[in-house]
């Protein structure tokens, strides 16, 4: 899964051609522009293959031999993108609603998963759950510092702002359970797709740093269409590119899934709160 990211250089072509593609992501989640979406797709694999082409043999990137092919990985993020934008992002709590967000979000990982390791011959892609390593005093206290942190700012930012009605209402022992899986479900998936899939592809062509602020464009994207709107990406953004350097570091999907999923415990706590004012009245909002 990837070269030395910290060893790769800035080639313009390469750069333009990432950041055409990553650029789709807003287009399809934040403006919700289907066209604009495709055509930056178009131009990016345009400028991958332009990238692809200069300053070597074309042959040995096609067919997998030497540096790896920007246009293959690029398509894999493409692929990803596309399948996503199959479904609304609009957070729902009925059974078709999950349904679709399984599909949907299951293919956006597994599809290219699949292409990369079966039609590419490659792997671009992978899931390294653990690093090999025992977690450490560090790693223990930034799982501590996530939950306090995320005690502390989320009840602003969704009872604040008022973003919690972007999710639906939660006033049922059923519906506060199906809430519970799904915020659950997508905080691994956002790990699954953003780092081992799109993070991981953009390691293979660009120092870390450029990586990261390219997964951290789609990253954001994504949360805005799911509800994490208003001043949501002052929030996303860092913990995006947090999760980025805790993965370069780590190389744990399971850690990185951990820090996710205490994260969300919170705002699914927040959620049912914000709903329901009696329920988890341990916030600093909560009177």
């Given at each position: 899964m990837g070269t030395t990211a910290l060893r790769l250089s800035v080639k313009p072509w390469h750069t333009i051609a990432a950041s055409l593609t990553v650029l789709a992501a807003p287009a399809f989640f934040v403006f919700e522009d289907l066209v604009s979406g495709f055509v930056l797709l178009t131009l990016g694999m345009a400028a991958a293959y332009k990238a692809d082409r200069g300053g070597c043999d074309p042959n040995r990137r096609f067919l997998g031999r030497g540096a790896p092919s920007l246009l293959r990985d690029l398509s894999l993020i493409a692929i990803g993108l596309l399948i996503v934008r199959t479904i609304s992002l609009a957070a729902e709590l009925g059974n078709i609603a999950m349904l679709k967000f399984t599909l949907a979000l299951g293919g956006a990982v597994l599809v290219p998963y699949l292409v990369s390791r079966f039609?590419?011959?490659?792997?671009?892609?992978?899931?390294?759950?653990?690093?090999?390593?025992?977690?450490?005093?560090?790693?223990?206290?930034?799982?501590?510092?996530?939950?306090?942190?995320?005690?502390?700012?989320?009840?602003?930012?969704?009872?604040?702002?008022?973003?919690?009605?972007?999710?639906?209402?939660?006033?049922?022992?059923?519906?506060?359970?199906?809430?519970?899986?799904?915020?659950?479900?997508?905080?691994?998936?956002?790990?699954?797709?953003?780092?081992?899939?799109?993070?991981?592809?953009?390691?293979?062509?660009f120092p870390a740093w450029l990586a990261n602020v390219l997964q951290a464009v789609v990253f954001v994207s994504f949360l805005w269409e799911l509800g994490y709107r208003a001043w949501g990406p002052l929030l996303t953004i860092p913990f995006a590119l947090v999760q980025g350097v805790i993965f370069l570091r780590t190389k744990s999907l399971g850690y990185v899934v951990t820090v996710h999923l205490l994260f969300d415990a919170v705002v699914f706590a927040v959620l049912v709160h914000a709903h329901n004012p009696t329920l988890f009245q341990i916030f600093p909002t909560a009177p």
């Amino acid at each position: 899964m990837g070269t030395t990211a910290l060893r790769l250089s800035v080639k313009p072509w390469h750069t333009i051609a990432a950041s055409l593609t990553v650029l789709a992501a807003p287009a399809f989640f934040v403006f919700e522009d289907l066209v604009s979406g495709f055509v930056l797709l178009t131009l990016g694999m345009a400028a991958a293959y332009k990238a692809d082409r200069g300053g070597c043999d074309p042959n040995r990137r096609f067919l997998g031999r030497g540096a790896p092919s920007l246009l293959r990985d690029l398509s894999l993020i493409a692929i990803g993108l596309l399948i996503v934008r199959t479904i609304s992002l609009a957070a729902e709590l009925g059974n078709i609603a999950m349904l679709k967000f399984t599909l949907a979000l299951g293919g956006a990982v597994l599809v290219p998963y699949l292409v990369s390791r079966f039609i590419y011959q490659d792997r671009a892609t992978g899931f390294p759950w653990r690093a090999g390593q025992r977690w450490g005093k560090l790693h223990w206290g930034w799982l501590a510092a996530v939950l306090v942190l995320g005690w502390l700012i989320l009840p602003f930012y969704f009872i604040g702002s008022g973003v919690y009605q972007n999710w639906p209402v939660v006033d049922s022992p059923e519906l506060i359970v199906r809430l519970f899986v799904g915020v659950g479900a997508v905080g691994i998936w956002d790990e699954l797709f953003f780092i081992c899939t799109v993070f991981a592809v953009l390691l293979r062509h660009f120092p870390a740093w450029l990586a990261n602020v390219l997964q951290a464009v789609v990253f954001v994207s994504f949360l805005w269409e799911l509800g994490y709107r208003a001043w949501g990406p002052l929030l996303t953004i860092p913990f995006a590119l947090v999760q980025g350097v805790i993965f370069l570091r780590t190389k744990s999907l399971g850690y990185v899934v951990t820090v996710h999923l205490l994260f969300d415990a919170v705002v699914f706590a927040v959620l049912v709160h914000a709903h329901n004012p009696t329920l988890f009245q341990i916030f600093p909002t909560a009177p």
